[in-house]
């Protein structure tokens, strides 16, 4: 009898805890460009900004307008290199970046559309810079590392030179439906203002309610963010998607508990349970400020990817979920969703390192906070 009812325990136990396959209704789906492939390159950051980009051009105007990525990158790297070469080689040079770095060569470049520069020479298929950026790195450390310590007046015409060769010349007119535009005006021409966009994060080793350098690895151009508590930056994300703003995201996605394939990113009450939470519904962890801190400051956080937040869901348990917007193209072997993950809340709150909004995006209170 004792076997028996323990039987019958164990039985509604594991019927309680039955896991169940996700099934998500969309909250929120604002509109946005379809989903493309960033290649075999590390520039997240210009094709997740310039997705956000394109999404703020279809609110301000109704117009899509497909931009080029890689007319952003190739008037980047010049600034990365100059960076690198006046630090004498301490500094990092590579491929990552934040958003902030399209705002800034949006604000000094203006824009173009894909038409016009897509970045990809000759007969090559897709994005590839492996070469590129090894040919470079090579270049900018003879220059650092000469033996006479004395550096070549050449070096900004051999950046920009092999730039040329790997990515094409840059832009200086062209025509776009029937008009003649240079990449300045055609930047006005879409409505976009750089000053009108801004970073904000959640830290608590530096003051709330102030903006401050965030010290990254990608952050080499040492852009401000403003710092916020937790739920005042969810709040925010909420705000604009409620809204109609799209919100631009910094973020780490080196968790097992992050599947493309799997078309999820969630935080497992046990770690244990990781591949089992991937699958369906599981326990999550409760996220606050100080776990979210001790997570970044171990190294456990860590900026690595950028992408972009179009809607809102919520599972059949009444979960929330962010859709996210990926840069890894579409192919259904890896990637669900049509390319998009959904991050549960818990996710968000602890691997969202900064999001960048219009700053008519911010609910009335915050934004007298920060004096916005």
Not at 237 to 247: C, K, Q, R, S, W
């Given at each position: 009898m004792k076997v028996q009812l323990f039987l019958a325990a164990l039985w509604l136990f594991s019927s309680s805890f039955a896991q169940q396959a996700?099934?998500?209704?969309?909250?929120?789906?604002?509109?946005?460009?379809?989903?493309?492939?960033?290649?075999?390159?590390g520039t997240c950051w210009s094709f997740s900004s310039t997705s956000f980009l394109e999404s703020e051009i279809i609110r301000i105007s109704g117009k899509q307008i497909d931009l080029s990525e890689m007319y952003t990158v190739r008037n980047t790297y010049p600034k990365k290199a100059e960076n690198y070469i006046m630090r004498q080689g301490k500094a990092q040079f590579s491929e990552g970046g934040?958003?902030?770095?399209?705002?800034?060569s949006v604000r000094e470049f203006g824009l173009v559309p894909q038409?016009?520069?897509?970045?990809?020479?000759?007969?090559?298929?897709?994005?590839?810079?492996?070469?590129?950026?090894?040919?470079?790195?090579?270049?900018?450390?003879?220059?650092?590392?000469?033996?006479g310590r004395e550096l070549s007046s050449k070096w900004r015409d051999a950046v920009q030179a092999m730039l040329d060769i790997y990515l094409g010349e840059n832009v200086e007119e062209f025509n776009y439906d029937g008009k003649r535009y240079t990449p300045s005006s055609f930047s006005e021409m879409t409505g976009i203002d750089p000053d009108d966009y801004i970073t904000l994060t959640s830290f608590a080793h530096a003051p709330y309610n102030e903006s401050f350098i965030l010290n990254i690895p990608d952050n080499w151009s040492n852009g401000s963010m403003y710092n916020l508590p937790l739920d005042e930056m969810m709040q925010?994300?909420?705000?604009?998607?409620?809204?109609?703003?799209?919100?631009?995201l910094d973020c780490d996605v080196s968790e097992r508990s992050f599947s493309s394939k799997d078309g999820v990113a969630i935080v497992p009450a046990s770690s244990e349970n990781t591949i089992k939470a991937l699958q369906g519904i599981y326990p999550e962890r409760q996220i606050d400020q100080?776990?979210?801190?001790?997570?970044?400051?171990n190294y456990n956080t860590t900026d690595d990817h950028l992408?972009?937040?179009?809607?809102?869901?919520?599972?059949?348990?009444?979960?929330?979920?962010?859709?996210?917007?990926?840069s890894w193209g579409t192919d259904e072997s890896r990637n669900a969703n049509g390319g998009y993950v959904y991050f549960s809340t818990s996710y968000m709150r602890l691997k969202a390192i900064s999001i960048m909004v219009h700053k008519d995006a911010l609910p009335e209170a915050i934004a007298r906070k920060l004096n916005l």
């Open positions: 996700y099934q998500f209704n969309t909250l929120i789906d604002l509109e946005t460009t379809p989903v493309i492939s960033q290649g075999r390159t934040l958003a902030h770095d399209v705002m800034n038409s016009v520069y897509s970045g990809i020479p000759g007969t090559q298929k897709g994005h590839n810079h492996a070469e590129m950026i090894a040919v470079l790195s090579s270049m900018l450390e003879t220059y650092v590392n000469n033996p925010i994300v909420d705000h604009a998607l409620e809204n109609g703003f799209t919100v631009e100080v776990f979210r801190q001790s997570e970044f400051e992408m972009h937040i179009t809607g809102l869901l919520e599972d059949q348990n009444g979960t929330r979920y962010y859709k996210v917007k990926n």
